[in-house]
């Protein structure tokens, strides 16, 4: 009799033990939905099978020690730090952070899916695999936040906020320490693809130099993601006392492009007070364009900045701790 009654709740353990993990724990984050508008996703917590169709995403997991959760990613022209774990053949190809296979992603069965907002246009259909996780900067915030609430929201859902958190501390600290550097100097700020060079403004891209780090914009009110197309007279009229570069072409790998530095070397940008001082800053491509949001991407382009300005990297500081 006493086996009898007991049966009912032996079945009720052996199927509760049965249930995936995901239904018995999940959390609700924040995520943007298809047109860019704020909303929630619930998630299974700490899952152990997610795609990564996103860069930034991929450069927190990375930074946070998650990668072996990685199933599937993105494949393609990366950032180098990100090389040997783009490359990683036991990851599967998932198509790009522009064009997703959805074959491919299924055959991964992920619990999770992450992207950026190349793949906004997406994210219902991505939905219908399983719940999707959409992270992009948000200018008008600015990129520091965007890439704080980045980690918080991967941090949540895998247990690793603290981690995150302590990052960012050492991040504001050295931003704090360009700010005071940066106050009153003028730049202009410029991406170069297919041998232009075009102007950025305080809305977009790069903008983190101006908003955040406190160098003045001489265009800011350029709204453009990929910038306004200038002339090398508009760069000469303004004469910057710096001018950021990032090469777009070298960071998606665009055969046959012409370098940003042999764009830039001419005369008229060779007559402003940046090039005389030898402030004309090629930044770290790869990151800015590609990765911006990410936790190591932040610290890479706190070092870009640190050393426009011939301040002693905060990295560098920390490893000779």
């Known amino acids: ?71 599937a990613s993105a494949k393609g022209a990366c950032p180098s730090y990100l090389t040997d774990l783009v490359q990683n053949d036991k990851i599967l190809n998932a198509g790009t952070v522009k064009q997703v296979s959805l074959e491919r992603l299924m055959e991964a069965e992920p619990e999770v899916i992450f992207i950026g907002g190349r793949l906004a246009s997406q994210y219902d259909k991505l939905s219908e695999i399983a719940p999707v996780v959409q992270l992009s900067v948000n200018y008008e915030d600015g990129t520091l936040q965007s890439a704080e609430n980045f980690a918080k929201v991967i941090g ?14 050492g991040y504001k600290a ?30 977009a891209r790069l903008s983190f130099i101006t908003k955040a780090a406190g160098f003045k914009n001489l265009s800011p009110d350029v709204s453009a993601t990929h910038g306004a197309d200038s002339s090398f007279e ?45 402030h004309i800053i090629y930044i770290n491509s790869g990151v800015w364009y590609l990765a911006e949001g990410g936790l190591q991407a932040m610290d890479y382009m706190l070092q870009d900045l640190e050393r426009a300005l011939h301040i002693q990297s905060g990295a560098e500081e920390q490893a000779g701790q």
Not at 156 to 166: G, P
Not at 180 to 199: D, I, N, P, Q, Y
Not at 238 to 262: H, M, T, W
């Open 1 to 71: 009799m006493r086996l009898v009654k007991m049966l009912p709740a032996l079945a009720a353990l052996c199927t509760a033990l049965s249930l995936p993990a995901a239904l018995a724990d999940e959390i609700e984050v924040f995520t943007l939905d298809s047109a860019l508008k704020p909303t929630t996703v619930t998630v299974p917590e700490n899952p152990q099978r997610v795609a990564v169709l996103d860069y930034a995403v991929m450069d927190i997991m990375q930074g946070l020690g998650l990668e072996d959760r990685i199933a």
């Open 156 to 169: 949540q859902i895998f247990d690793k906020e603290a981690q995150a958190d302590e990052r960012f501390a």
């Open 174 to 203: 050295r931003l704090e320490a360009i700010k005071e550097k940066a106050a009153g100097k003028t730049a202009m700020l410029g991406l170069v693809t297919a041998g232009s060079f075009h102007v950025l403004g305080d809305h």
């Open 234 to 278: 508009l760069i000469s009229k303004l004469n910057p006392e710096y001018i950021f570069v990032l090469d777009r072409d070298s960071a998606i790998a665009r055969p046959g492009s012409k370098l940003a530095q042999d764009v830039m070397d001419n005369d008229l940008v060779n007559s402003t007070q940046a090039a005389k001082e030898g």
